[in-house]
């Protein structure tokens, strides 16, 4: 049975099953997509001499006859890519600013809520009737001049 298989494989399934093995352990996963691309339909290239002297001119016969320009594409692809990882960024940037402003917002709503605690923990009672014999403000800590900086009582 084997000799029968051996004489009805074609050429092309012989070059396929040594590609298959020889090619399989040195491209390893890459390799499935590889023997994709060389079984596929095939397409031609036409490459300017770049020492001709009017390479835009071919370039633009040959457009005009269906050819792509495939650096141009490349570049186009590149740079469209380049603004999408830019905006993705800033996308980034923009989400990682509103975490902290939020994170920062409520840092300062827990100070002035704990300010505000301390304050009104401190505040003397409303509601408990002022001595005649207690000063309203403490006298050592009056300025005698802006400019001085002195304290009328130096003995704080």
């Known amino acids: ?8 494989k074609t050429s092309i399934t012989k070059a396929l099953d ?4 020889l090619y399989a352990s040195v491209f390893t996963t890459k390799w499935p997509s590889i023997r994709l691309g060389l079984l596929s ?15 835009e001119a071919i370039s633009a016969e040959l ?12 570049s186009q692809g590149r740079e469209k890519l380049k603004t999408e990882r830019e905006e993705l960024s800033q996308k980034k940037e923009l989400e990682r600013l509103k975490e902290l402003d939020k994170t920062l917002e409520s840092i300062a709503k827990t100070k002035v809520a704990e300010e505000m605690d301390t304050l009104y923990r401190n505040a003397p009672d409303r509601n ?4 005649a014999t207690e000063g309203i403000y403490d006298d050592r800590r009056v300025l005698k001049s802006i400019k001085e900086g002195e304290f009328l009582n130096d003995t704080l």
């Open 1 to 8: 049975m084997q000799a029968e298989d051996a004489t009805t």
């Open 18 to 21: 040594h590609f298959d093995d």
């Open 41 to 55: 339909t095939q397409k031609f290239i036409a490459v300017p001499n770049s020492f001709t002297e009017n390479v």
């Open 63 to 74: 457009e005009e006859q269906g050819a792509y320009d495939l650096k141009g594409l490349w």
């Open 128 to 131: 408990a009737p002022v001595r």
